[in-house]
């Protein structure tokens, strides 16, 4: 949903577009392409499929997956008719539906590679010992019109009935990932377009699976819900009975995982028969050595450094003591609720680990470098900033990083450094075909805003806006859910949808309810943190991204502003530019454990964000808030609402306990009754 001028723009919107690197020098699209990608528009354009041949590939193995998704990308790129099943998440076919493009479903996708080969060139074999290696292949396949494929997979594609040749083999060629990606970037880079940045995992292996493994027992674990570290102390834990194989892990999980507070881990000292074999703060660069799976932890430079886990993520240290020590122990620092569990794990080999194929049809269609770096490794992150430098401001970086929580926060702010913005799709399917959909008029419902009274007006906004795969996959769910249209939600979601997956953003547009209010963010047109972003680009960035905002009818923006993995204020020409150039009427800010209103440069209402992971966190603070309610005058709270963990269905059930006295309301609703309140103007 928009603000009432955007409908009037809509019209003339729709027959032009607009791109945030209008000021980014233009890269012509690949030969025998279809792809339309002037310099005035920000993602590629594909033309629109007539007739789709369906791969169901979701039950394939990962070398498979990886050789459609990449032959999917030759084949598209001239024009989209191929498209994989690679996801049943929001149902397996919905999307194809929802397409309305002719279709037919092949069970048998070796079917499919026999009609299309002839539009491959050949094969780059990856080398399975060096996983980063099909990052490398993918980069090749796109320039040299190939598929990637494994050495097992090439010794049968070579023979008939397929007879395609290897036109190179990288066994043998990297000893590592450093070395991998130095002889990319020397050798490849300047090949590849420099208009986007595609950052891919090279595998989707997970060294733990969900829940607390079999093999594990929990030997410490706070009872009480504690969230003011008055619990800190130092945790001495006998390891001893878990030694006999090659390691022992150590697992930190959230021992309340219903109220978003998690265990804190300030220093870990582990000795063998007395003799110190590992002590690290987390977050340094001796912590790496033993961090064996991170599960979504962050990190906090508060406190001298600590490691947490909320939500029900868990964070993993693995220990090799030397062979017959009798004893082994652990001595922790940290605090609040946390469950502390250890045992043994036989480590996946390379061959269990499968690669996958999303979002490479993209990145081979539009002949992008696909690599993946790691933002707390020196060596990595000096040619994640090389990369990054070479790049005009404006510059997209599709796909995610590494490392997890910690990964997004220092690679987003890296990427804002440097006027590159993120948008995160590493697991979006089919792009080359959703890029060849286009945008719709669409008559936004917008309902009258209520009138202002002495209430508490409470807006709540759903997380993830920034993931362009939570748009085609959990937010369909979301929104499938039969309580949507309730109760008033906000829906963040990112504008450059326009560009790259109109179909998607025209379904989302066309079935919203008056209740359904859809905002970009964070932070805008595509994810980034604005105190990072240099100054000289960012007011022009501001009025492309207005253009973007216009034309996908999200003109309110939902920001997120950090620096060193830590939320900061708004800074002046920051604000001026949201205010002036994208035209917002207010902001929300940040994800705090607060709430509350600010009036910058008394124009520009900024309301923070108070994040919440179940429906029960919500209904406490908003007693809260009414505890402490004069009545006298409208108090306003603005909720976060984790998607991965709340419904549309919570939020109903919420309200009903609620009581007269609070209004729910859209985020444009929402800043019209705050500058009510405060005597600012109102549009």
């Known amino acids: 949903m928009v603000r009432k001028f955007a409908v009037f723009c809509l019209a003339w919107i729709c027959t032009f577009t607009f791109s945030i690197s209008t000021y980014a020098a233009p890269t012509a699209a690949p030969s025998n392409s279809s792809i339309r990608w002037p310099k005035d528009q920000e993602l590629p354009r594909f033309a629109q499929a007539k007739k789709l041949d369906v791969a169901d590939v979701y039950d394939a193995p990962g070398d498979v997956r990886l050789l459609f998704a990449t032959m999917q990308g030759v084949v598209n790129r001239t024009l989209p008719r191929i498209y994989l ?12 539906e929802t397409l ?27 080398d399975p010992e060096v996983p980063d290696s099909i ?22 594609l070579t023979k008939a009935p397929y007879h395609l040749r290897v036109l190179e083999d990288l066994r043998g060629k990297f000893r590592d990932r450093m070395d991998a990606y130095t002889w990319q970037y020397e050798n490849l880079w300047n090949q590849t377009t420099h208009r986007m940045l595609v950052g891919l995992s090279p595998d989707t292996s997970i060294q733990i699976p969900p829940g607390l493994p079999e093999s594990f027992k929990v030997i410490a674990e706070e009872s009480e819900q504690i969230r003011d570290a008055s619990n800190k102390n130092t945790y001495n834990l006998d390891l001893s009975e878990f030694l006999g194989g090659d390691s022992v892990y150590l697992r930190f999980d959230d021992a309340f995982t219903q109220d978003g507070w998690g265990p804190a881990v300030h220093e870990v000292t582990v000795k063998a028969d007395g003799r110190t074999i590992a002590q690290f703060v987390p977050g340094t660069s001796e912590e790496e050595p033993f961090l064996y799976d991170r599960q979504n932890s962050a990190l906090s430079a508060g406190d001298g450094g600590h490691r947490f886990a909320d939500n029900g993520h868990y964070f993993v240290y693995r220990f090799a003591p030397p062979a017959g020590t009798k004893q082994l122990t652990a001595s922790v620092v940290m605090w609040n609720q946390f469950k502390v569990s250890a045992g043994q794990l036989q480590p996946l080999s390379s061959e269990q ?51 997890d929580v910690q990964g997004e926060f220092s690679s987003v702010e890296i990427a804002s450094n440097h006027g590159v913005y993120v948008l995160a799709a590493d697991w979006f399917s089919n792009l080359t075909v959703f890029s060849g959909t286009r945008p719709k008029k669409v008559e936004d419902r917008i309902p009258a805003a209520p009138p202002l009274q002495n209430k508490i007006y409470v807006t709540l906004t759903f997380s993830e806006g920034d993931n362009f795969q939570y748009n085609q996959h959990k937010m369909r769910n979301l929104w499938e859910d039969p309580a949507r249209g309730q109760v008033p939600i906000n829906w963040t979601s990112s504008p450059l949808l326009y560009d790259a997956a109109p179909a998607i953003l025209n379904y989302y547009r066309q079935t919203a309810t008056e209740n359904d209010f859809i905002m970009a963010g964070p932070s805008g047109a595509g994810y980034f943190y604005p105190e990072a972003w240099p100054k000289d680009t960012f007011t022009r960035f501001m009025d492309e991204s207005y253009k973007y905002a ?9 920001v997120l502003n950090r620096i060193n993995g830590e939320n900061v204020p708004l800074g002046d020409s920051y604000a001026a530019a949201y205010e002036h150039n994208y035209k917002a009427d207010g902001l929300l800010l940040s994800w705090e454990d607060r709430y509350g209103v600010e009036i910058w440069n008394d124009s520009l209402p900024i309301s923070i964000l108070q994040g919440v992971s179940t429906a029960q966190d919500a209904l406490r603070i908003l007693n809260e808030s009414k505890a402490a309610w004069d009545g006298k005058s409208p108090q306003f709270v603005s909720l976060g609402l984790l998607a991965w963990s709340m419904t549309p269905s919570d939020v109903a059930t919420l309200r009903k306990e ?8 859209r985020a444009d609703h929402y800043f019209k009754l705050i500058r009510e309140t405060y005597g600012l103007p109102v549009n």
């Open 85 to 96: 099943l690679e996801s049943q998440e929001e149902g397996r076919l919905t999307w194809l």
């Open 100 to 126: 309305k493009t002719p279709y037919t479903v092949h069970q048998d996708y070796w079917t499919i590679l026999k009609k299309y080969k002839h539009e491959l060139n050949g094969l780059i074999v990856y």
């Open 135 to 156: 990052n490398v292949a993918t980069t090749l396949a796109g320039l040299k019109n190939a598929a990637v494929a494994s050495p097992e997979l090439a010794a049968k």
């Open 353 to 403: 680990k499968e690669p996958y194929g999303y979002l490479r049809d993209y990145a081979v269609a539009n002949k992008a470098m696909v690599f993946w770096l790691e933002s707390n490794v020196p060596e990595q992150k000096a040619l994640f900033e090389q990369i990054m430098s070479e790049v005009e401001p404006g510059t997209p970086y599709l796909g995610w990083f590494s490392n």
């Open 550 to 558: 216009v034309s996908s009818g999200m003109t309110l923006p939902y």
């Open 658 to 665: 609620l009581g007269d006295e609070f209004e729910f309301v």
